[in-house]
Antibody, heavy 122, light 110 residues
Framework: QITLKESGPTLVKPTETLTLTCSFSGFSLATLNMGVGWVRQPPGKALEWLGIIYWDDDQRYSPFLNRGLTITKGASENQAVLTMTNLDPLDTATYYC??????????????WGQGTLVTVSS | QAALTQPRSVSGSPGQSVTISCTGTGRDVGGYNYVSWYQQHPGTAPKLLIYDVSKWASGVPDRFAGSKSGITASLTISGLQPEDEAEYYCASYGGTYSLVFGGGTKLTVL
């Protein structure tokens, strides 16, 4: 059974850096074809894809995000880390991590974390 | 952001069928059979319903059916049930190794 959970700060000041950790079980980022993606959702708004990291360290990012974004593996093979720099109040959102299996261009998320609300405010 | 276009809301009565459209371009929906659909109830995480245009995710009833014609993908929900009331999002490969979501559609079961 695959489960994921996001953790990190709930309040961040503008211009600061956000670091979120996705801890998961039921799969490993050391295993062939496994991947973890990040999706965010501003309050009352639509989902927005941020990026993905795959088992082989292949990283893909949204071309529409005008923020410094990095997704890496965590300290263990059961963690992924999202780092976003120079935050703006518009980055206030619920951030989700989700499981995916590598299939070339085909990307879909079959298991999701519960999400964590991050507020950017001074 | 160049989101896929979905109607803001649709509605139907229990037992009826509704269809939610998702319109993109030839560079995303029209160019690849990599459309997925998600259901999201208030305050919860999205749930995968359909992937690769018309394949059912595990445990999803066949009342939910996906299709595509040209640059428009569709999700049809038949035999509407009260618990189907939720927000629905489409997503597609968007080129340059990216994924793009639709703006979401609120389904109301009357």
């Amino acid at each position: 059974q695959i489960t994921l959970k996001e953790s990190g700060p709930t309040l961040v000041k503008p211009t600061e850096t956000l670091t979120l950790t996705c801890s998961f079980s039921g799969f490993s980022l050391a295993t062939l074809n496994m991947g973890v993606g990040w999706v965010r959702q501003p309050p009352g708004k639509a989902l927005e894809w941020l990026g993905i990291i795959y088992w082989d360290d292949d990283q893909r990012y949204s071309p529409f995000l005008n923020r410094g974004l990095t997704i890496t593996k965590g300290a263990s093979e059961n963690q992924a880390v999202l780092t976003m720099t120079n935050l703006d109040p518009l980055d206030t959102a619920t951030y989700y991590c989700a499981h995916t299996t590598y299939s070339g261009y085909d990307v879909f998320f079959d298991y999701w974390g519960q999400g964590t609300l991050v507020t950017v405010s001074s | 952001q160049a989101a896929l276009t979905q109607p803001r809301s649709v509605s139907g009565s229990p037992g009826q069928s509704v269809t939610i459209s998702c319109t993109g371009t030839g560079r995303d929906v029209g160019g690849y059979n990599y459309v997925s659909w998600y259901q999201q109830h208030p305050g919860t995480a999205p749930k995968l319903l359909i992937y690769d245009v018309s394949k059912w995710a595990s445990g999803v009833p066949d009342r939910f059916a996906g299709s595509k014609s040209g640059i428009t993908a569709s999700l049809t929900i038949s035999g509407l049930q009260p618990e189907d009331e939720a927000e629905y999002y489409c997503a597609s490969y968007g080129g340059t190794y990216s994924l793009v979501f639709g703006g979401g559609t609120k389904l109301t079961v009357l």
